[in-house]
């Protein structure tokens, strides 16, 4: 295991802790949180400035009477302990407009060191390595050789390494590293003298692993790239196809997965139910009381699991200080659990499922998904479309959206064919799939065994923290389905 | 902490290491922030940050970040790591050194450095806020004031020294009714005094009120009046696609349009790095250029790019005072106000919609502008000049350079939009646009 390199805060840490009991305060953490990023990028196969952005500093949360204050800074002075006591200040003064105090379920406290497995260490990547296979991206893109031509290419290898030290007023005590690699590009295609601008992979989304500089090999990017730019061109040079009725589709794992983080993952989080991000990014159309309820096939189920090994979304400890777990949330088709902190599991009179995180030292911990998919069935691709006699397989995706009660979606096909008796047909240009979240689940009726994920960056809180993900799903068929033509 | 003492750390290690050029802006920041829901405080935030953001450039090869450990050996160290990535990086073709000036920047008049410590005002404006929308119609009540002071200095290789300083404040409140109907406001100064609460809280209630019980819109097309809040979110993507850096990355439906008609002829639009009466100001860029104003469309016509020193070298014109040193990007964005008011647009619509919010906007072609995003909160038909009833879960589907093309009137009267949607300040009037094609889910 790589060494954590903020043992070095813990007297900084404990003298925060032990600061902010003089105010009495009934509850305190002090996290030392590190993100680093070395990052390249190749323009039109020119290099920008490389980046090394190392951000570090200390986020301290304390509840006083029943008020919550959340101080972070990078100054560690005499000025740390006037923040402190700014952020008591403020807790007492802000009483007038606090309607009920805010409490934390009770959770065992813990002594714990983890981190991710790393085995060829990011601190020793030089930019030369990461250069070099952008160049032989980027060359696998001017070689390309077809009536489309690519013009413009923008290609992006970010090594992180993000590193916490955590500590509270109940005696946990954690420590813990998690490095990621990520790749990310995109490209304008003319075709006729259309232009189209597309991401590899589609939807904006990224190839990401939580792991050392060995994850960029799992990429393959030398065999991935040139098949996509294929596949990408005959989507450009596809046309649209009207639907007069309903038909049956299959979506792929890129956008099942995506309807699993959009219309399961985010409405299942506890504080948008309660009202939290209401002003923000909006609230669910579940209640508290939701658990049990039927929301969608017996075909669905739908996990968030932050224990994924390799995964983006890989953590072992919240920023809470509680232990994580897979979170099954619906199972089939049946509402089982949701997303939790320690305030709104103490609403709920349970215990924390582990699910708030921070992703920089000023910003509060609050509840975020980690790898969120459908679960996979036991079908291959190739009986999801035996019984299809028209219908169309949209596989992925450039244009999506979801109101903020996530109860209405939508999913621009990107790579997507006509389906004619049981068989892929021609590729279709921007299938609209728009269309209601209790319609989606209570369509599906069967799932592929090939379970696939890919790296997203999931906004949410105020200040806008973007936490890395994955969203992950097989391949799902649903049955009597409206699809529409972009016009 | 010492400011002298981290830039004397800052210069002195950077000096030795004989870059071609190089530039470091430091900022120090304070942020209040309130958060509250159901009508209560979930969190008040509050944020003290020194950063360093550092440019090195040699031999044609470059590196930049930005460091937050500020202990002189961290400092020291992460500037030999920096300059040994600036050395590994590839030769750019396209490097251009460092404005050198002599610049005289505007100096700043518009703020009054007050806001340290200005927690009551921040607390008396979320309650006077939250009052006011429960007053007129409003069950709960949700929203934040963030309020955020920073300075900064900037030293360059090319002899820049100078110093500058803003002030924001953003209010923004979201009503709901017993019957979840919502309605949005917000009010953003560089003054809080000048932060209209009660307004903000009055906007939300009313909308929320108005808009209980709304029916299902079919498909099609309408004309649609956009509030401010929403018009401000089509033009910060006007401000994106101006960069020259979108153009050239590939995702700009403004390439190759300089000089052509973009919008209809009364739309005139500028990035302007100082407004009067803005909420966020500079007086010189990244680089060290005067920020300046820019017109990016003059009545119709797509004018100017928007350029740092990299991308004006390669186009064969004058930095346009819009570094970021990665690529050009914009200050504020100033829509022309047009001559109607409100209530003329309405009239002037006699089947149609009015849209007061939106959210997840996103593109299906950059390259192209084709994008969706989703109205929310209170939305109503317009007949006969009318404001009918309320609707909901409905999607505009549309493409930007056809909606610039059909933008019918601009109102009189504008306001600066910056919220969690909308995150490059716009000061937006009201506007109609014909046409456009509205979808909703089944």
Known sequence: MTANSLSKYEDLLYSIINEAQKYNVEYAEARFHSTQHLAAILQNGESKPTISYEKQGVGIRMIYDGVMVFASTNMFDDSLNTLIEKSISRAKSSKKISKAPIEFSSEKSVNKEWSASEKENLKNVHVTDMISILKDVDGYITSFNSDVSLPNRTLGIDNSIEEKFYVNTEGTHILSRVPRVSFHSIITANHNGQLSAFSIPAGYAGLGRSGGWEKIKSFDLSSYIPEQLIIASNSIKSKSEKFDEDIDIIVGPDIAGLVAHESCGHPFEADRILGREAAQAGESYLGFDCYGTKIGSEEVFVSDDPTIPESMGFYLFDDEGVESRKRELIKGGVITDLLHNRETSFKMNIRSNAASRSVEFDKEPIIRMSNTFIEPGDYDITELLSDIKKGVYIKNFMEWNIDDRRENQRYVGFEAYLIKNGELDINVKSPVLELTSKKFWSSVDARSKNLDFKAANCGKGEPMQGAPVWTGAPDVRLRNIRIGTRS | ?442
Request: proline share 4%; hydrophobic share 35%; aromatic share 8%.
């Open chain 2, 1 to 442: 902490m010492n400011l002298n003492n981290i830039l004397s750390i800052v210069e002195n290690k950077i000096s030795s290491l004989n870059c071609d050029d190089y530039s470091f802006l430091l900022s120090k920041e304070y942020e209040d922030l309130i958060r509250f829901s159901n009508n209560s405080i979930n969190v008040f935030d509050s944020t003290e940050n020194i950063a360093i953001e550092i440019y090195l450039g040699k031999d044609k090869k470059r590196a930049s970040g930005v460091i937050y450990n500020l202990d002189e050996t961290s400092i020291i160290n992460y500037l030999d790591s920096l300059f040994q990535y600036c050395n590994d990086s590839p030769i750019n073709n396209d490097y251009t050194h460092l404005p050198s000036g002599p610049f005289t920047y505007e100096i700043n008049k518009h703020i009054e450095i007050d806001q340290i410590n200005n927690s009551e005002s921040i607390i008396d404006h979320v309650e006077n806020s939250i009052n006011s929308a429960l007053q007129h119609g409003a069950s709960r009540v949700c929203g934040s004031f963030t309020s955020r002071m920073s300075e900064i200095i900037l030293i360059t290789s090319a002899g820049i020294e100078s110093k500058d300083e803003s002030i924001t404040n953003l209010l923004n409140i979201r009503a709901f009714t017993e019957s979840k109907s919502s309605g949005h406001g917000l009010s953003c100064s560089s003054s809080i005094d000048d932060i209209d609460s009660e307004k903000a809280g009055i906007d939300a209630g009313d909308y929320a009120k108005s808009s209980i019980n709304p029916r299902q819109c079919n498909p099609g097309k309408y004309d649609i009046l956009f509030t401010p809040t929403v018009a401000a979110d089509i033009f910060q993507f006007v401000g994106h696609a101006a960069s020259a850096d979108s153009v050239d990355s590939g995702d700009s439906f403004f390439a190759n349009k300089i000089n052509l008609k973009v919008s209809s002829d009364d739309l005139s639009l500028s990035d302007v790095g100082n407004p009067k009466n803005g909420i966020y100001q500079r007086i010189f860029d990244d680089e060290g250029t005067p920020t300046q104003s820019t017109k990016i469309i003059d009545n119709g016509i797509l004018t100017n790019y928007l350029h740092n020193i990299t991308t004006s070298n390669k186009y064969g014109v004058k930095s346009t005072g819009n570094a970021g040193i990665m690529a050009p990007f914009c200050w504020n964005i100033d829509v022309s106000s047009g001559n109607t008011t409100f209530e003329e647009q309405l009239s002037s619509i006699n089947n149609g919609l009015l849209i007061t919010n939106n959210w997840y906007t996103r593109f299906q072609n950059p390259a192209a502008g084709s994008y969706s995003t989703v109205p929310r909160d209170a939305c109503f038909i317009i007949e006969n000049g009318k404001i009918s009833s309320p609707i909901h879960g409905i999607r505009i589907s549309d493409d930007i350079p056809r909606q610039l093309l059909n933008i019918d009137s601009l109102s009189q009267t504008r306001k600066w939009i910056n919220w969690w949607e909308v995150e490059t300040p716009v000061l937006s009037p009201s506007i109609v646009i014909k046409d456009v094609p509205v979808t909703r889910s089944t």
